[in-house]
């Protein structure tokens, strides 16, 4: 027996989940940013999830908001942007992880087909199609749409969003993603990027292995 309402709640909350995070790797942290995460609401969440983020808020305790927002944008800086081999990471887009090592290659061009090919519209900002903020906003884009499928009851229709998941999944983000947030968690010097990176890593992870599992259910079913 399929209970909609429950995986519309799942999806739901996948859904949130990713675009949470998506914004933590597009947007360099500001003042407004740092306020919303220390939040009672986001800081309960975060401590909740990792130790890092428990170390984080503990920091964020003994220091002032400019001095924790200092050290937030430079670590982004390191983490994010690629500004040269010998201060920072490689730019966290698929085609440089993937190995092409230049921005807007092929595996670029391929994700935007997949978007385009989804029939779904997003909005990639300042940001190229391959960048991880805007594959994990593709995921959570996904997951709204099968949220509102389950809440239509189209069983076909979440069936395709949930495949198409999988397939951007499988074909996309997991094949490169675990390795430059390895990276980002060896390389971070806040508790806040640590916390991300495993976070993120889990939510990849959960997200794929929930979706088989519900794939193959609803095959059976």
Known sequence: MIDEKELKKEAESRSKSFLFFSHFYLKRPDLE???????????????KLSLYFEKFYE???????????DE????????MRGIKRTYSLPPPYESVWRGENILMGNF??????????S???IIVEDELPDHIG??????SLLSFHEKNAWESSSLNEAKRFLKLQKEFLEKHILT???????????K????FYKGLSLLTKSLLSETKERIDELLINLKDG
């Open 33 to 47: 940013l740092l306020r919303k995460i220390k939040r009672e609401e986001f800081r309960n969440y975060l401590r």
């Open 59 to 69: 920091h964020t305790e003994r220091y002032s908001d400019e001095k924790i927002l």
């Open 72 to 79: 937030l944008c430079v670590d982004f800086t390191k983490l």
């Open 108 to 117: 670029c061009k391929e994700v935007l087909n997949f978007y385009l090919n």
């Open 119 to 121: 029939g779904i519209n």
């Open 134 to 139: 805007i594959e994990l906003k593709f995921l």
């Open 176 to 186: 490169w993603a675990f390795y430059f947030l390895e990276e980002v968690f060896q």
């Open 188 to 191: 971070a010097e806040t508790y």
